[in-house]
């Protein structure tokens, strides 16, 4: 004996009119509206197995499956068009950097934006150039500059005891000179 599972008008109504309202979001049109539909009917059509009536009515469970399905194609869709024309290509693969020197391209990623980092004579210049607003400042805050290069102000608040709005001023002092200098950038 087969089991069927069928959607009623109010089910199917509501898979239409959320098929239609992806039409002209993350680049599907009007001719797009049928193909979603269907995407969506069978997606709830293979999930509806797992209602258990105990938890919510069957409508309620109906419409998070839509919802979510809607939102996993919408997700999908985009996920194409941001890799649109774009080739995978091995970080290990050697090429040459900024200064003619033949290395894998991972070594020429910055870790924290994964963008192509400063050549080494730039990380030397700009690391000069803290030393010396480092170096200009008064003593008591050139202690804190290696308390925040070490930790941050949460964790420096927590191991020394001292509330973190106050570290924040200190930081905030900091920071106009590096402003100064033109280094606003080097401060986390």
Do not use: Y
């Not at 105990?54 to 996920?79: K, N, Y």
């Not at 091995?90 to 894998?104: K, M, Q």
């Not at 690391?127 to 930790?151: G, N």
């Amino acid at each position: 004996m087969s089991h069927q599972v069928r959607l009623d008008r109010l089910e199917e109504w509501f898979i239409a009119r959320t098929a239609r309202q992806l039409a002209g979001k993350a680049g599907f049109t009007p001719s797009d509206v049928e193909d979603i539909e269907q995407d969506i009917r069978l997606d709830v059509l293979q999930r509806l197995p797992r209602f258990d009536p105990a938890q919510s009515s069957r409508h309620t469970f109906i419409v998070m499956l839509v919802r979510r399905c809607a939102a996993s194609i919408l997700e999908r869709r985009r996920a194409e068009k941001r890799n649109r024309g774009r080739r995978s290509e091995s970080l290990n693969v050697n090429i040459r950097d900024a200064e003619g020197r033949e290395v894998e391209r991972h070594q020429t990623i910055d870790s924290d934006t994964g963008r192509p980092g400063p050549s080494d004579e730039q990380r030397r210049d700009l690391m000069a150039d803290v030393r010396a607003v480092v170096a200009s400042l008064p003593e008591h805050l050139r202690f804190w500059c290696v308390v925040f290069d070490q930790r941050g102000i949460r964790e420096a608040s927590r191991e020394l005891g001292i509330p973190r709005c106050r570290l924040q001023r200190i930081k905030a002092e900091i920071r106009v000179a590096f402003e100064a200098a033109g280094l606003s950038d080097c401060l986390r």
